[in-house]
């Protein structure tokens, strides 16, 4: 699967100070991202605010995107009912996705049977390679291990996973469980390198969006085998993650990182609100220590 291979960016999804979607500025972000040689662009992430966006706005961000790049494009296509899940994910593959990202219902707490016939109807009801995306950050649960092993074996068009538990001990799990026939990405940059050291084909990093160039020559350095430098390059990322993801909130300080870098991210949408001045001037302080300012 050389398409679910390298470092992906979970972009965001830039908004005017209307709180609409600002079309052009997403065009220059996708075009950023390519020139900084990123492996494949993911839309509809967590970064991408989709909670927030409009049915009608998903699709038009899909699209958008699609039509700026030939990169590899995944696609989130999570919802709180499989109903809307297969929807969504039908409409996104019609205007280009390659594949589809989906995390588990977020509101209502799903059992282990309810997800494995959630994620069994769709990826018999799709023609798409589908990821599934553990977020327990953000949707209280963690897709147990006996269900991707159960859907990884059963449909062949499940053919990887995005995890953002950052527990590595969870990602060997995975990798001693699944092999080479399923891909295991890191959703969490402070374990990139780690779980390469493991096995894992990849990762879908929210830091990504704001030090791309560090996240590709991690990748680089690592399957160069300068594990001195691909060390290094960790440690800086873990320090731009700690500012960006964890201390503050996080699509605010990534757009407000973005915005110190002169890429034009725009403003969180409502009810997010941009980061105050003093934690702005901790994330420059940050970029600095890093070398990217």
């Not at 830039?14 to 997403?26: I, R």
């Not at 870098?261 to 009810?271: D, H, V």
Request: charged letters at 25%; a negative charge.
């Amino acid at each position: 699967m050389p398409m679910l291979r390298g470092v992906f960016v979970p972009h965001v999804t830039p908004f005017d100070g209307k709180g609409e979607v600002d079309w052009e500025a997403l065009k220059g972000l996708v075009h950023t991202f390519e020139e900084a040689g990123l492996d494949g662009l993911v839309s509809l992430g967590s970064n991408g605010e989709f909670p927030y966006l409009s049915f009608e706005e998903k699709i038009r961000v899909v699209e958008t995107v699609r039509e700026e790049t030939s990169l590899p494009l995944i696609a989130g296509a999570t919802g709180n009912s499989t109903r809307e899940t297969l929807r969504l994910g039908r409409e996104l593959l019609e205007v280009g996705a390659d594949a589809l990202l989906i995390g588990p219902p977020y509101y209502f707490k799903p059992s282990p049977e309810e997800l494995y016939a959630h994620y069994s109807i769709i990826a018999d009801s799709l023609d798409s390679q589908v990821l599934l995306y553990n977020v327990p950050k953000f949707t209280g649960l963690n897709i147990p291990l006996d269900v991707v092993e159960k859907l990884g074996e059963e449909h062949s068009n499940v053919v990887g996973i995005k995890d953002s538990s950052a527990n590595i001990g969870r990602i060997a799990e995975l990798l001693r469980r699944m092999g080479d026939r399923f891909a295991v990405l890191a959703g969490t940059a402070d374990v990139m390198y780690p779980s390469w050291l493991l096995g894992a084909q990849g990762a879908v990093v929210a830091v990504a969006n704001v030090v791309p160039e560090l996240c590709v020559e991690l990748y680089r350095t690592f399957r160069e085998g300068d594990h001195q430098k691909a060390g290094e390059l960790q440690l800086k990322v873990n320090l731009v993650n700690e500012v960006v993801v964890k201390r503050y909130s996080q699509v605010s300080a990534i757009k407000a990182a973005m915005e110190l870098r002169g890429w034009k991210a725009g403003r969180p949408r409502l009810p997010s609100l941009p980061l105050k001045k003093e934690a702005i001037e901790d994330i420059r302080k940050t970029l600095k220590e890093v070398g990217i300012l």
